[in-house]
């Protein structure tokens, strides 16, 4: 039943909320606009699998510092139930550059503390992958990441980790949830006194151990110093990837890298760009004007929180293309294998993980090198379910995902831009050795294994009304699915939605298939307003079949 968002709101004037807080919500009352109202309080942010995320602002639809700390208090009680046999329980906490992060670093950290739990609090912004990082090398049984990645200034978030340095899966994210909905007030919440007990700042040490982890994963050295001038521009787009990724770079040996300098203040309104994105053309137009300038070779752009790499390569007349995600997986990928096959490390025990809306191209290509390769539902915390899944009996290689993600080894179970950042410039170096560019390199790939062409639409749906459209267009491609996607007879349907008949945990996924190889997946977002579309075609004919296929859903 829809509850009356007008009494929820006056519910927030009481003295549970601060003094700025009841005034803002009074504004709003008041204001003669019942959208922004509605918006604000027709909800309860809700707490998913992977924790929250929300426009900043008052109200129960609202990050900010009531309902991230109802949300602290729910996963402290889950814990202290989990770990109850546990003298200690140790929380790592790491956060972005957005607007209000440390803030809600710190009250997560009070929070936590008021309810008996150590904390480890990074003393300032660093990436998402470190954090993960740093949960397995302390010991911790969670850890919590102030951010909302890539999104809008608007926006942040709060990312809930597990002890192996994973966000949280089944059975533990859907506990953490019935935990957190039994906190439905403030007077439920132990903020504690703003006295940082239990509470370890902790910071370069951790740098140390982290970069000291991802230079053992090196493949190449002499190709790095027989090319350690490579030019490289970098910009972290106003993120966290400013602390790790230019010393990444430099610690494997790379001398000539150029910075972005208005895009390395940590700014939460990202002043220099739309969004904070890497998937955005727009977000590396600085790092290639600036490329263009220096002549450089590369360029790489992460985003707020460091686990997503954006990068531009040269094609075969000199101009600087974009790559994207799947592209960028696609040469890793085969350049990892490759290093490992002729360092003799490869055996039956290896294996690749990917997402099942990435490019089927590293099906191909793990098929040549003899190594297993498993599809996972969207989202990384399923690719590290798999390396937990087969931890200390086989060996995880890489895995990565369309949108821009991608890891290497075991050290981290999540996306990591630093890693993937310096093993990008390490395959530039050896395709150098090998007298390629990264283009060219693609190109033969795409020589071997045949043209694999993926593009992703995505339809932004707002509010309440853009909610409910979303969830009727999944209704209605379930009822009348589509016969034909573009130009081809749909042979096949898989509905997610039905673990039974996929194998996989259920998820509110459709993927079409054609008769010549093409594939739609269709899937709403579970962090922004939005419906996103996957394609999917192979051959000469690819480009022309997407923009068939990308008509035809866009009606």
Same mark, same amino acid.
């Given at each position: 039943?829809?509850?009356?968002?007008?009494?929820?709101?006056?519910?927030?004037?009481?003295?549970?909320?601060?003094?700025?807080?009841?005034?803002?919500?009074?504004?709003?009352?008041?204001?003669?606009?019942?959208?922004?109202?509605?918006?604000?309080?027709?909800?309860?942010?809700?707490?998913?699998? !992977?924790?929250?995320?929300?426009? %900043?602002?008052?109200?129960?639809?609202? %990050?900010?510092?009531?309902?991230?700390?109802?949300?602290?208090?729910?996963?402290?009680?889950?814990?202290?139930?989990?770990?109850?046999?546990?003298?200690?329980?140790?929380?790592?906490?790491?956060?972005?550059?957005?607007?209000?992060?440390?803030?809600?670093?710190?009250?997560?950290?009070?929070?936590?503390?008021?309810?008996?739990?150590?904390?480890?609090?990074?003393?300032?912004?660093?990436?998402?992958?470190?954090?993960?990082?740093?949960?397995?090398?302390?010991?911790?049984?969670?850890?919590?990441?102030?951010?909302?990645?890539? /999104?809008?200034?608007?926006?942040?978030?709060?990312?809930?980790?597990?002890?192996?340095?994973?966000?949280?899966?089944?059975?533990?994210?859907?506990?953490?949830?019935?935990?957190?909905?039994?906190?439905?007030?403030?007077?439920?919440?132990?903020?504690?006194?703003?006295?940082?007990?239990?509470?370890?700042?902790?910071? +370069?040490?951790?740098?140390?151990?982290?970069?000291?982890?991802?230079?053992?994963?090196?493949? $190449?050295?002499?190709?790095?110093?027989?090319?350690?001038?490579?030019?490289?521009?970098?910009?972290?787009?106003?993120?966290?990837?400013?602390?790790?990724?230019?010393?990444?770079?430099?610690?494997?040996?790379?001398?000539?890298?150029?910075?972005?300098?208005?895009?390395?203040?940590?700014?939460?309104?990202?002043?220099?760009?739309?969004?904070?994105?890497?998937?955005?053309? $727009?977000?590396?137009?600085? +790092?290639?004007?600036?490329?263009?300038?220096?002549?450089? /070779?590369?360029?790489?752009?992460?985003?707020?929180? +460091?686990?997503?790499?954006?990068?531009?390569?040269?094609?075969?007349?000199?101009? %600087?293309?974009?790559?994207?995600?799947?592209?960028?997986?696609?040469?890793?990928?085969?350049?990892?294998?490759?290093?490992?096959?002729?360092?003799?490390?490869?055996?039956?025990?290896?294996?690749?993980?990917?997402?099942?809306?990435?490019?089927?191209?590293?099906?191909?290509?793990?098929?040549?090198?003899?190594?297993?390769?498993?599809?996972?539902?969207?989202?990384?915390?399923?690719?590290?379910?798999?390396?937990?899944? /087969?931890?200390?009996?086989?060996?995880?290689?890489?895995?990565?995902?369309?949108?821009?993600?991608?890891?290497?080894?075991?050290?981290?179970?999540?996306?990591?831009?630093?890693?993937?950042?310096?093993?990008?410039?390490?395959?530039?170096?050896?395709?150098?050795?090998?007298?390629?560019?990264?283009?060219?390199?693609?190109?033969?790939?795409?020589?071997?294994?045949?043209?694999?062409?993926?593009?992703?639409?995505?339809?932004?749906?707002?509010?309440?009304?853009?909610?409910?459209?979303?969830?009727?267009?999944?209704?209605?491609?379930?009822?009348?699915?589509?016969?034909?996607?573009?130009?081809?007879?749909?042979?096949?349907?898989?509905?997610?939605?039905?673990?039974?008949?996929?194998?996989?945990?259920?998820?509110?996924?459709?993927?079409?298939?054609?008769?010549? !190889?093409?594939?739609?997946?269709?899937?709403?977002?579970?962090?922004?307003?939005?419906?996103?579309?996957?394609?999917?075609?192979?051959?000469?004919?690819?480009?022309?079949?997407?923009?068939?296929?990308?008509?035809?859903?866009?009606?």
């Amino acid at each position: 039943m829809e509850r009356n968002y007008i009494d929820v709101a006056k519910s927030w004037l009481s003295d549970s909320y601060d003094v700025e807080t009841r005034q803002k919500v009074n504004m709003m009352l008041n204001s003669g606009d019942p959208k922004e109202l509605e918006d604000a309080f027709y909800r309860t942010l809700e707490f998913g699998t !992977g924790g929250l995320r929300g426009i %900043m602002g008052v109200g129960t639809n609202r %990050m900010n510092k009531y309902t991230v700390g109802m949300a602290t208090q729910g996963l402290a009680n889950y814990l202290k139930m989990h770990y109850a046999d546990l003298e200690k329980i140790n929380v790592a906490i790491s956060y972005d550059s957005r607007n209000n992060s440390r803030e809600f670093a710190l009250i997560t950290a009070q929070v936590l503390g008021a309810n008996e739990i150590h904390v480890y609090l990074f003393d300032n912004l660093r990436p998402l992958p470190e954090l993960s990082y740093t949960i397995r090398e302390l010991g911790c049984q969670a850890g919590v990441m102030i951010t909302a990645s890539h /999104n809008p200034k608007e926006y942040n978030g709060y990312k809930v980790f597990w002890a192996d340095g994973a966000q949280v899966t089944p059975p533990h994210d859907g506990n953490i949830i019935a935990e957190v909905n039994k906190i439905t007030d403030p007077s439920q919440v132990k903020f504690g006194d703003g006295t940082p007990y239990n509470i370890t700042s902790i910071g +370069a040490e951790m740098d140390e151990k982290y970069l000291n982890a991802i230079m053992t994963l090196t493949l $190449s050295p002499e190709a790095v110093k027989n090319n350690a001038d490579l030019k490289i521009v970098y910009t972290p787009i106003h993120g966290t990837g400013v602390r790790l990724v230019p010393e990444a770079l430099r610690r494997v040996g790379f001398t000539n890298i150029i910075t972005v300098a208005d895009q390395e203040i940590s700014d939460g309104n990202f002043p220099t760009v739309m969004s904070p994105n890497p998937e955005e053309p $727009s977000a590396l137009k600085m +790092a290639i004007d600036l490329a263009e300038k220096e002549g450089a /070779n590369l360029v790489m752009a992460t985003d707020p929180d +460091a686990d997503r790499v954006g990068i531009a390569v040269r094609d075969n007349e000199g101009k %600087m293309v974009l790559m994207n995600g799947n592209q960028t997986a696609s040469i890793l990928t085969y350049y990892i294998l490759t290093r490992w096959q002729e360092l003799g490390k490869l055996s039956d025990k290896n294996y690749l993980v990917k997402t099942i809306v990435t490019t089927e191209l590293l099906v191909e290509i793990a098929k040549k090198f003899g190594v297993q390769i498993y599809d996972v539902l969207t989202g990384f915390k399923y690719i590290a379910q798999i390396i937990r899944e /087969n931890e200390g009996e086989r060996v995880f290689i890489c895995g990565g995902e369309e949108s821009y993600g991608f890891n290497i080894g075991e050290f981290v179970r999540d996306k990591d831009a630093v890693n993937s950042c310096k093993m990008i410039a390490e395959c530039a170096a050896w395709a150098a050795d090998q007298g390629m560019t990264l283009y060219q390199l693609l190109q033969k790939i795409y020589a071997e294994f045949g043209i694999f062409i993926e593009r992703l639409l995505s339809v932004t749906l707002k509010g309440k009304d853009g909610a409910e459209q979303i969830a009727q267009l999944m209704k209605d491609y379930r009822a009348t699915p589509p016969t034909v996607i573009g130009d081809e007879k749909v042979v096949k349907v898989i509905d997610y939605n039905k673990p039974e008949e996929t194998g996989l945990p259920k998820s509110n996924v459709l993927r079409f298939f054609g008769e010549g !190889g093409s594939v739609v997946t269709v899937r709403p977002s579970g962090t922004e307003p939005k419906i996103k579309y996957y394609f999917g075609a192979k051959g000469d004919t690819a480009e022309a079949k997407i923009e068939m296929m990308k008509a035809q859903f866009q009606k």
